[in-house]
């Protein structure tokens, strides 16, 4: 059992929703970003993703995007991602960390590497949202085999037909992307969200978690009503892009995490 799955387990058990946040690694430099990433389970975070910084990300809004270019600027790589969770790994071995981005600087690495590396620093999933289930054998297999959760996005836009194949060899959760378009580009309503979210959980036993368009403590916990739980991203790393402290940024994070809670 991953640290995703005991996680879960132990949410559902409790009978709570999952609060999982976004943070780019390196952002707004190391030092700072290890800060907060270290403060997120004593906030209330369940599931950590950690953005690997990339140069042209696709699914990512201006708000990442500039996260990214901001932890390159500083000296981020993939390396460093990977020393970041190998130290926040000293002193929690529990709070699962999903490790988010693109293929290029994983192939680049090379795959077997990546993974041998990735699992030694206590990464417990990945999300890689440029390789569709139609290139598993790239990535999602050797990860699965390696025992990293490879977590797939579905979207409004991803019907009956397709669903299947999304679903195939997804593991840890599902990640339901809430609206159509780039990350901080709407905001997430529950009555939409709902039936799709019961339209997949009806296809996977898997968790469902929504993200995309959630950015305030209310719309947290409404969207945990009709999921397995939230996912906020853009509204913290603006917390961090307006310069404020560690322990401001966590104590927002921590009323993101209390609506989610409060269901």
Do not use: W
């Amino acid at each position: 059992m991953s640290r995703i799955d005991a996680k879960f387990a132990e949410l559902n058990a409790a009978g709570k929703k999952a609060f999982v946040s976004y943070v780019m690694a390196g952002d707004p430099d190391y030092d700072t970003a290890l800060e907060i990433v270290k403060g997120l389970p004593g906030a209330g975070v369940d599931v950590i993703e950690l953005g690997l910084p990339f140069t042209d990300p696709m699914a990512d809004g201006p708000t990442i995007q500039l996260a990214g270019q901001r932890a390159l600027e500083a000296g981020m790589t993939l390396e460093r991602t990977l020393e970041m969770a190998t130290e926040f790994r000293k002193s929690d071995d529990t709070t699962p960390i999903v490790l988010m981005g693109y293929y290029n600087p994983i192939y680049n690495r090379g795959v077997d590497q990546f993974l041998a590396d990735a699992k030694a620093a206590g990464i417990d999933g990945l999300i890689v949202v440029d390789l569709p289930p139609e290139e598993d054998e790239e990535l999602c297999i050797p990860a699965n085999a390696a025992g990293l959760n490879f977590i797939r996005l579905a979207t409004p836009t991803t019907d009956d037909k397709r669903l299947p194949k999304v679903l195939q060899n997804t593991s840890g959760f599902v990640y339901y992307v809430s609206i159509t378009g780039i990350t901080g580009a709407a905001e997430a309503e529950a009555g939409d969200v709902g039936p799709e979210v019961a339209r997949i959980k009806s296809a996977t036993d898997l968790p469902v978690i929504v993200g995309f368009g959630i950015n305030t403590p209310e719309k947290s916990r409404a969207i945990a009503t009709v999921a397995d739980g939230a996912v906020v991203g853009s509204a913290i790393v603006s917390q961090i892009a307006d310069g404020k402290s560690a322990g401001e940024v966590l104590a927002f994070v921590k009323t993101l995490a209390d609506g989610a809670h409060s269901v």
